[in-house]
């Protein structure tokens, strides 16, 4: 398998071919692992074959002693093992190799996350594991492969496909469809999406959610939208929330509006005053 540097292309992966579903070999009945005797290599060997009682700890091992793109070829080897598994719930071993994935920070390994997340041969009940592991490494996931995510029967499915959506460019008309989800927690994630991208489609929602649990997601969303009744709304945010207030004066400064340096003025001469830079 080739691996690339950067994003993943836009089209579907197809991370496996060849012949149907066999039993994964079952690893030797070996003695418990002692972690502080195994080499890098000892882990990497026993990766592809790792009992359900040890997989936890080599990954751990792997990410700890930053194997890099060297445990790839051991990840995907152990995903392979248990290819068609999975079907009725996600296996440990799966879960394990998507989350270490993320957790490796590498070309490789990003890579390979992105051909399992996008291949046809996911397990369906894996998929919101896949997603969140997608999320933590910040992958840039194909616009085909999350519109139909983002109207999935399954809520944290369809939040997740709306956070991935703010890493390329987005489905708009499927994130706006994504404000009337019966969620809040889909109608919040495709809001800061909209928001960021400057669609005011999203502004209610953003000012329901300012009120609701503002965040500094939140104010980065409406502050790109940036009309004045939202600097209204966000100097009173910085009065209710002194945490965000410093933020808030930051995006209001970046609109470079009058009102807005105003506001954000008054919010810097209040934090000054409190004693808070």
Not at 164 to 181: R, T, V, Y
Not at 191 to 210: D, P, S, W
Request: glycine content about 8%.
């Amino acid at each position: 398998m080739t691996r690339r540097s950067g994003q993943p292309e836009a089209e579907q992966f197809d991370l496996f071919t060849g012949g149907g579903t066999v039993a994964p070999a079952a690893a030797p009945a070996d003695a418990p692992l002692c972690p502080e005797t195994l080499s890098d290599e000892d882990v990497l060997g026993r990766i592809p074959n790792a009992r359900i009682a040890d997989v936890r700890v080599l990954c751990r091992l792997a990410v700890e002693r930053g194997l890099g793109d060297r445990a790839v070829p051991a990840l995907e080897a152990l995903w392979r093992r248990f290819k068609g598994f999975g079907q009725d719930r996600p296996l440990p071993e799966q879960t394990a190799v998507i989350e270490t994935l993320a957790r490796l920070e590498t070309a490789g390994a990003r890579q390979l996350l992105a051909e399992i997340v996008t291949g046809r041969d996911l397990p369906p009940p894996l998929l919101p594991a896949a997603l969140s592991a997608a999320l933590s490494a910040s992958l840039r996931l194909p616009v085909h492969v999350l519109r139909p995510l983002l109207a999935d029967a399954d809520p944290r499915v369809r939040e997740l496909a709306a956070r991935l959506s703010g890493f390329g460019q987005p489905d708009i008309g499927a994130l706006a469809a994504c404000l009337g989800d019966t969620q809040p927690a889909v109608q919040r994630a495709a809001a800061i999406v909209l928001g960021q991208f400057g669609h005011a489609a999203a502004k209610a929602t953003l000012l329901n959610e300012l009120q609701r649990a503002p965040t500094g997601d939140i104010v980065e969303a409406l502050s790109a939208i940036a009309d004045d009744d939202i600097i209204v709304h966000l100097g009173r945010c910085a009065d209710a929330h002194p945490a965000l207030a410093g933020r808030i004066a930051a995006e209001l400064e970046g609109m470079e509006t009058t009102r807005s340096l105003k506001v954000a003025r008054r919010i810097r001469d209040d934090l000054a005053g409190s004693g808070v830079s």
